[in-house]
T-cell receptor
Framework: EPEVTQTPSHQVTQMGQEVILRCVPI?????FYWYRQILGQKVEFLVS????????KSEIFDDQFSVERPDGSNFTLKIRSTKLEDSAMYFC????????????FGAGSRLTVL | DAKTTQPNSMESNEEEPVHLPCNHS???????IHWYRQLPSQGPEYVIH???SNVNNRMASLAIAEDRKSSTLILHRATLRDAAVYYC??????????FGPGTSLSVIP
């Protein structure tokens, strides 16, 4: 069964450092998403991306965050200057089309900011 | 998104059916009802979705009330592997799915 692949599975970084989390969505999917989940809390929407541009973003997704699809397969989330409160699991998801809202999620990347 | 209300937690015995309720009284006529679940230490996983009619798939069944103000996710025989947080969502936006706190299901051997 096709799956969404995320790397790294766990990253530890110092506060203020830049972090890039990578995702390989399912190959024929057109819509891409990033979510995060702080330990013990609910899954929070960050951003959705279609046709090489952001289609929606949440209040969490401020200027410190950016997303990119640098080639035909990868979808990345960059955090420019990490803060302690960015420590969370970050989930990438993709879907074939909007409106179906059937998202396939990756296993997540755990980010620990020290 | 239409507001959904679910119990915080439920328990079930292994191999018995589980009925997970969800209220969505503000749902509009064209909003689908989606269910996802999140197993421990994993990402969310799509379970099932429907609009008006009851739906079945290999994972579960979805029973939707006639007035569409509530729905029930049915796991026909709970296994230990079904212990997870189950999310009922009615997305109003095509570009995102918003997760609430969900129902934490415990399965007792």
């Amino acid at each position: 069964e096709p799956e969404v692949t995320q790397t790294p599975s766990h990253q530890v970084t110092q506060m203020g450092q830049e972090v890039i989390l990578r995702c390989v969505p399912i190959s024929n999917h057109l819509y891409f998403y990033w979510y995060r989940q702080i330990l013990g809390q609910k899954v929070e929407f960050l951003v959705s991306f279609y046709n090489n541009e952001i289609s929606e973003k949440s209040e969490i997704f401020d200027d410190q965050f950016s997303v990119e699809r640098p080639d035909g397969s990868n979808f990345t989330l960059k955090i420019r200057s990490t803060k302690l409160e960015d420590s969370a699991m970050y989930f990438c998801a993709s879907s074939y089309r909007a409106g179906a809202n059937v998202l396939t999620f990756g296993a997540g990347s755990r980010l620990t900011v020290l | 998104d239409a507001k959904t209300t679910q119990p915080n937690s439920m328990e079930s015995n292994e191999e018995e059916p589980v009925h997970l309720p969800c209220n969505h009284s503000t749902i509009s006529g064209t909003d689908y009802i989606h269910w996802y679940r999140q197993l421990p230490s994993q990402g969310p996983e799509y379970v099932i979705h429907g609009l008006t009619s009851n739906v079945n798939n290999r994972m579960a069944s979805l029973a939707i009330a006639e007035d569409r103000k509530s729905s029930t996710l049915i796991l026909h025989r709970a296994t230990l592997r079904d212990a997870a947080v189950y999310y009922c969502i009615s997305p109003a936006s095509y570009d995102k799915v918003i997760f609430g706190p969900g129902t934490s299901l415990s399965v007792i051997p």
